[in-house]
């Protein structure tokens, strides 16, 4: 049988979710920074630290609009995918299909972990200043169209934390029909 895939929308912070991985708003050197990167490094330990300093010597970290897999210490989760998303200049420098690779990039590492279930922050909109809006139609569009193609991945969770991208992402999945997934937006 052919069980559908499910996108689910929660207002709320993403380090604690136990769930098989949490994606992370990197930046290129994996050594993390300030916004969600710092919670995530700070929550998840030396353990995890670890990992990316060992992937910053091995790989130079990660280019933009790539991602690279650490186990996630001690944060409920089992991985983190820290995905890189670009900042945003003017939208004259490819911001749009980078931010469409970190998603696209982050899933297929989750598919080669076998992880059935992800959660995504709204990459690039806090630092980095992508438009929300812009953002946000990305995002869903660029999971919506490549999770049928995925073998493991079959629940991909939007965590937001400000009520614009709530406002944004609930706009967007609540507009979609899709008979092959099932769609849930957390009311807040
Ligand atoms: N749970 C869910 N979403 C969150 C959380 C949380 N705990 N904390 C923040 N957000 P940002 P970026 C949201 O700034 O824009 C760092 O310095 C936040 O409201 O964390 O991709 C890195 O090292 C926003 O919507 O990441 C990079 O240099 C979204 O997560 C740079 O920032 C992303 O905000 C990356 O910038």
Not at 6 to 24: E, F, P
Request: contains cysteine; hydrophobic residues 40%.
């Amino acid at each position: 049988m052919n069980k559908r895939k499910q996108v689910t929308l929660i207002r709320g912070d993403i380090t604690n979710l136990a769930v098989d991985a949490i994606v992370n708003s990197a930046n290129k050197s994996l050594l993390g920074g300030g916004g969600l990167d710092y919670v995530i490094h700070k929550k998840a330990g030396m353990l995890m630290k670890q990992a990316c300093i060992e992937l910053n010597k091995q790989k130079g970290g990660c280019p933009t609009g790539q991602a690279e897999v650490t186990i996630a210490g001690d944060l409920p989760a089992q991985y983190i995918i820290h995905a890189v998303g670009p900042r945003w200049l003017d939208g004259q420098h490819n911001e749009a299909d980078l931010l469409c690779s970190a998603y696209s990039n982050a899933l297929s590492k989750a598919d080669e972990m076998k992880v059935q279930t992800i959660a995504f922050p709204s990459i690039s909109t806090g630092v980095y200043g992508f438009p929300k809006q812009l953002a946000g139609e990305i995002a869903i569009g660029t999971v919506l169209s490549t999770l049928p193609h995925y073998s493991f991945v079959g629940h991909v969770l939007f965590v937001v934390q400000d009520s614009e991208n709530y406002q944004i992402y609930q706009d967007i999945l609540s507009k979609l029909v899709d008979e092959n997934l099932v769609i849930n937006i957390e009311e807040i």
